[in-house]
């Protein structure tokens, strides 16, 4: 993960370059940001950003509206930092395409730790492929055949899939599926998970139905 280029968008410069020292002293290498705006321009000159960490309260562009631009070109993991708490802003995040959506305060280690999860499984050298019930998933080039026709999925709805898939008739509970999926102590609601396989469920079409939901308890992909 050496010199990967992070994209760090806040308003505050203060926080900017907490996040930035913390991210190169891990051997990242970082541009900064101050709006959305900012942001964007940056994005589309640079053409190289492995991953943007992105605050919501910003002057010109707020984080949601980078996000959705950001969106409709790129599926470049995003980190959202917001002082936000409340479930519906958060689930308004993943709405946009959010990837992981961080809580301020938090742990620059742990926001660093986030980041080198989300570097691995987008970067990672594995070959592996998943074929099963007529889906196919290639985790080396994070793509998704359904019936052979390809099917677009956010990042997290790939890898909600692939660990649906990889455990194949085996039920899991919402818990065990953010501890996996997530990859880190999530303080969020578990319900969370509801609103991605409703998501995921939708792209699959017919497909869907694979994914079946344990009442009380959780899902089991079963094909």
């Known amino acids: 993960m050496e010199n990967q ?3 760090v968008v806040d308003d505050e410069e203060r926080m900017r370059k907490l996040v930035r020292d913390f991210l ?5 290498s970082v541009v900064e940001a101050g709006d959305g705006q900012e942001a964007l321009d940056i994005f589309f000159e640079k053409k190289d950003i492995a991953l943007i960490i992105l605050d919501v309260m910003m002057p010109r562009m707020d984080g949601w509206q980078t996000a959705r631009e950001i969106r409709q070109y790129s599926k470049v993991p995003i980190i959202m930092l917001t002082a936000k708490s409340d479930e519906s802003d958060e689930l308004h995040g993943f709405d946009a395409g959010i990837d992981e959506y961080v ?4 742990s620059p280690r742990t926001l660093v730790a986030r980041v080198e999860a989300i570097l691995r499984r987008t970067t990672g050298s594995s070959d592996d492929k998943l074929n099963i019930g007529g889906i196919t998933v290639d985790k080396s080039a994070h793509t998704v055949m359904i019936d052979g026709q390809p ?3 956010s990042f997290k709805e790939f890898e909600l899939l692939t660990y649906f898939m990889e455990n194949n008739g085996i039920a899991l509970s919402r818990e065990k599926i953010l501890n996996n ?3 880190y102590d999530y303080f969020g609601d578990a319900r969370t998970i509801d609103t991605h396989v409703k998501k995921l469920r939708s792209k699959m079409g017919d497909k869907g139905d694979l994914i079946k939901t344990i009442w009380g308890m959780g899902y089991k992909f079963e094909a």
């Open 5 to 7: 280029k992070i994209l």
């Open 24 to 28: 190169v002293r891990s051997g990242f």
């Open 103 to 106: 809580t301020k305060p938090f």
């Open 151 to 153: 099917a677009d999925l």
């Open 181 to 183: 999926v997530w990859n």
